[in-house]
Every structure is written in C-alpha cells, then in structure tokens.
Nanobody, 124 residues
C-alpha cells in the first residue's frame, strides 16, 4: 500500500507563490510518474503537471510558465512550485503517484495512489 502526504497549501494573494510537496511511503518497488491534479468547486478534477521517472515533464496549458514540477527520487517526493498565482488557481490540489508495488509472489503490480488533497486559495 502506498501512502501520500501533502503539504504547503494555504492562502495567498494574487501574484504570490506557494510550493506544494508530496511524499510517498510504503512498500514501493518503483515510481513511474508523479503528478498534481486540482479540483475547483463545481468543476472536474484536472491535471496540472506530471513528471515521469526519466524526469520528462508535462504541464496543462493554463499553468505553463507559472508552475514548475520537480521530484526528489531518493526522498520519493514531488514538488509543485506555483508562481504568479491567480484567483482561478483556487482549488484543492491532489498528489497522484503511479508506482509498482511488490505482490509478494516475486513480481510487482501497477498502483495509482492519491493524496488527501490540500487547499490552495488565491485572494484577489
């Protein structure tokens, strides 16, 4: 089982910055990708950014140039540096990890895990 712990959310004014962190723990064989999603009230959850094991990054168009995703593989931690925040960025942000965990039978299985979510509020 994979556990994710998120931190770094809060209230910030327009134009401000926040840095989110998410650390994975548990019996993990490998991590394929780590990502951040967000969900605003009344809207569907959407991908913000994803970083793969080879450190290739992808971003949603609405955050390009403002947000940066990074990871520390040794610490199994993913970060989201958010700059130039806008009220439209207000949402609950969720950490997402795609990993492989041992089955106990000599192989591994693919698991998708979600954090509990962390509130980011940008005041105008």
């Amino acid at each position: 089982q994979v556990q994710l712990v998120e931190s770094g959310g809060g209230l910030v004014k327009t134009g401000g910055s926040l840095r989110l962190s998410c650390t994975a723990s548990g019996n993990i064989f490998s991590i394929d990708a780590m990502a951040w999603y967000r969900q605003a009230p009344g809207k569907q959850r959407e991908l913000v950014a994803r970083i793969f094991s080879e450190r290739r990054e992808t971003y949603a168009d609405f955050v390009k140039g403002r947000f940066t995703i990074s990871r520390d593989s040794a610490l199994r931690t993913v970060f989201l540096q958010m700059n130039s925040l806008e009220p439209e960025d207000t949402a609950v942000y969720y950490c997402n990890v795609e990993s492989r965990v041992p089955t106990g039978l000599g192989d591994s299985r693919y698991v998708i895990s979600w954090g509990q979510g962390i509130q980011v509020t940008v005041a105008s």
